[in-house]
T-cell receptor, first 112, second 120 residues
Framework: GQQLNQSPQSMFIQEGEDVSMNCTSS?????WLWYKQDPGEGPVLLIA?????ELTSNGRLTAQFGTTRKDSFLNISASIPSDVGIYFC????????????FGEGTQLTVNP | EAGVAQSPRYKIIEKRQSVAFWCNPI?????LYWYQQILGQGPKLLIQ????????DSQLPKDRFSAERLKGVDSTLKIQPAKLEDSAVYLC??????????????????FGPGTRLTVT
């Protein structure tokens, strides 16, 4: 099946720093979604992207749908301790219908 | 709006025993998904329902896993018999498929809190 390469696997940053993470695929994707998962909880949808080149913000979070339709980026500005968690990219590749493929996640640790 | 509900939140069983999980999706969401999430990995789709019909069960280990959504609302996922490698979090998600002219169909999925299964 299709796989998403998500990087980095983990990040350790200081409060106030900006964070960037990305996902790449060998196949074209129609949609990109970014989720955050806290310990013991299900993933929570942060941002959804539906067009190549689309740039969408949600508070301090900004995500972009890559112009090649094979990648996506998530940036977090001015990180705070509650940003700690696992961030997953997910997407629908062109022939998968509504099946969502997930990356392996980026574990973010923010030191106060 | 109430989110996706799942129960139980935690379950510990011995191998070869049976277990069942329950999910109630967001009201009005026709599509329901069950995922398996092994520690340190992203969720992997087990089965997808559209109303009470199965859309995709290609990744469901059908020799031991079964799922149903009889009335097109809530759903149960069963494992019988359980194996050690079934230890994972089982997530339920639902979505409201929205078509927007000129754009991709929207499949935003909303997840429940999950059931953490430990098989000993």
């Amino acid at each position: 099946g299709q796989q998403l390469n998500q990087s980095p696997q983990s990040m350790f940053i200081q409060e106030g720093e900006d964070v960037s993470m990305n996902c790449t695929s060998s196949s074209i994707f129609n949609t990109w979604l970014w989720y955050k998962q806290d310990p013991g909880e299900g993933p929570v949808l942060l941002i959804a992207l539906y067009k190549a080149g689309e740039l969408t913000s949600n508070g301090r979070l900004t995500a972009q749908f890559g112009t090649t339709r094979k990648d996506s980026f998530l940036n977090i500005s001015a990180s705070i301790p509650s940003d700690v968690g696992i961030y997953f990219c997910a997407g629908h590749w062109e022939t998968s219908g509504s099946r969502l493929t997930f990356g392996e996640g980026t574990q973010l640790t923010v030191n106060p | 709006e109430a989110g996706v509900a799942q129960s139980p939140r935690y379950k510990i069983i011995e191998k070869r025993q049976s277990v069942a999980f329950w999910c109630n999706p967001i009201s009005g969401h026709a599509t329901l998904y069950w995922y398996q999430q092994i520690l340190g990995q992203g969720p992997k789709l087990l089965i997808q329902f559209q109303n009470n019909g199965v859309v995709d069960d290609s990744q469901l280990p059908k020799d031991r896993f079964s799922a149903e959504r009889l009335k097109g609302v809530d759903s149960t996922l069963k494992i019988q018999p359980a194996k050690l490698e079934d230890s994972a979090v089982y997530l339920c998600a639902s979505s409201l498929i929205r078509g927007v002219p000129g754009l991709a169909i929207h499949y935003e999925q909303y997840f429940g809190p999950g059931t953490r299964l430990t098989v000993t």
